[in-house]
């Protein structure tokens, strides 16, 4: 189905500076000067095809606004935002693990988070039916009190916070399909049943030892916390099957108000930090699933925010194709890179890694 699909970016989201680093790691002793995995290009490049493609006519182009430092600290401890004022101030440092700050990060920041609560004012008053927040920094694995995995505010927690407060919401999911585990996330709401976490991550990525399928949430969040760890190698139909199995029936289920995807672009083939074989048209079907269940239940509100995903050339088409669906519409490009392999067939250990899923989530959902 056709809709308006809004799309919220700014180009301030480029400038926040991430250093001559190697993949994850910080420039010095063996490390030689390279371009830092989380770098402007992956994003950037995503708004240049849709300029080039002409996509974006077909999309609601929205500026977004600075979240407060109140809205911030409804997810995040007053200490943490205080250390990444300072060293934002201060022209950077790191605030965490791996959680860089550059210089005028922490307003980049503020931008990035209010990108999300933009996307939300949107579509709950329904001025699109939904949205694709560019959002850099990313956000998923910052926790309250620290930066982690190159987020500093996580975006999507921050987001659903205000969806409830704001709009009253009592059952909200964040599906989270970037390859490393969501853990600032399943942080914030593991007692809290009015928000359901579902994150597919491949298994024994980052960070180290969470994002365990054994881990269910705790107190009040028992039953509302879904891990999915899937073997490294798992493409489209290992993917879809997931959905078919385990995301679909929970998230049918639990019924929500409000859909927001924690979406990174790293569980595609190209990826330098994951081993996934997702290809664009790959995406675009976990999209279109997700924009299926949205409008089953309350209108279609779903809203993407960007997390990971650090292959320059490869992203741009991922998220391409995730916004045709969101739209309703096909643009005229087709994956060049799709160049006839196979789109990762299921295997025996994937299945039996969903199985294991389905064993533990059967206790809390019916799943057959
Ligand atoms: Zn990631």
Redesign the pocket.
Known sequence: MENKTGFICDESYFWHQTGNGALMLTAGNWIQEDVHAENPESKRRIKNLLERSRFIKELEQIEPRYATRKEIETNHTTDYVERVTTLSDAGGGDAGEHAIVGPGSYEIALLSAGGVLTAVDLVMKKTVSNAYALTRPPGHHAEQDGGM?FCLFNNVAIAAKYARAKYGLKRIVILDW???HGNGTESAFSSDPEVLFISIHQENV?PKNRGSVSYVGEGEGVGYNVNIELPAGTGNEGYNYTFEHVVEPIIDQFQPELILISA?Q?PSRFDP??RMLVTAEGFYQMAARMKTLAEKHFNGRLIACH???YSTSYVPFCTLKILEAFRGKRSVVEDPFDLGYHEGPIYPNQIEAINKVKEIQKEYWNLA
């Open positions: 995995g970037d390859v490393h980052f990174g790293d930090l994951g997390e990971g995903g």
